[in-house]
């Protein structure tokens, strides 16, 4: 009679198979990661330029009833760089360019804006015939103007001789 002389196969994984196990879904997870990341910075900058462009809107409308664009640009800000505050004639409430600036603001979710630099950055030109608004978004800048215009920029600095507009480029 033959004598079975047993299995010699371990059941169950070795340690250098679990490692390399974990390393791996480790390095998928951090790719995943970043890439939400990236994907969220693109939501919050789309969520600004939507707002951005009731500016227009809003605007218009504002132009249409004063004859002029000198009301749209608000006054004074909260001492943080944030439009949101009410300050001589501002009436959020009642300024739909104003609620968009806020809105524009709200989206990039930054509470203090010292410099351009900074997501959430708006600056504001206007005269009786002409307006610009810039705001920094994560992905560089967005510029609407009274010109009809409304874009991505790569500069921050509005071009306000002969006329307010958004710069070139």
Same mark, same amino acid.
């Given at each position: 009679m033959i004598?079975?002389?047993?299995?010699?196969?371990k059941k169950g994984f070795t340690l250098i198979e679990l490692l390399t196990v974990i390393a791996i879904i480790g390095i998928l997870a951090s790719i995943t990661m970043v890439s939400?990341?990236?994907?969220?910075?693109k939501?919050?900058?789309?969520?600004?330029?939507?707002?951005?462009?009731q500016i227009r809107i809003g605007a218009e409308m504002d132009y249409n009833k004063n004859n002029s664009?000198?009301?749209? !640009?608000?006054? =004074?800000?909260?001492?943080?760089?944030?439009?949101?505050?009410?300050?001589? +004639?501002?009436s959020i409430s009642g300024n739909p360019v104003l609620?968009?600036?806020?809105?524009?603001?709200?989206?990039?979710?930054?509470?203090?804006i010292s410099n351009s630099t900074v997501a959430g950055y708006i600056d !504001?030109?206007? =005269?009786?015939?002409?307006?610009?608004?810039?705001i920094t978004l994560n992905t +560089?800048?967005?510029c609407v103007d009274s010109n009809n215009f409304a874009g991505k920029r790569t500069s921050a600095t509005l071009i306000l001789s002969p006329t307010i507009s958004c710069p070139t480029s």
């Open positions: 004598k079975n002389k047993g299995c010699m196969y939400l990341t990236g994907i969220q910075k939501s919050k900058d789309n969520a600004a330029t939507i707002s951005m462009n664009f000198n009301n749209i !640009c608000p006054s =004074s800000s909260s001492g943080n760089g944030r439009f949101d505050t009410k300050g001589l +004639g501002d609620t968009a600036i806020k809105d524009a603001q709200n989206a990039l979710g930054s509470s203090a !504001c030109k206007n =005269s009786d015939t002409a307006y610009a608004v810039i +560089g800048f967005y």
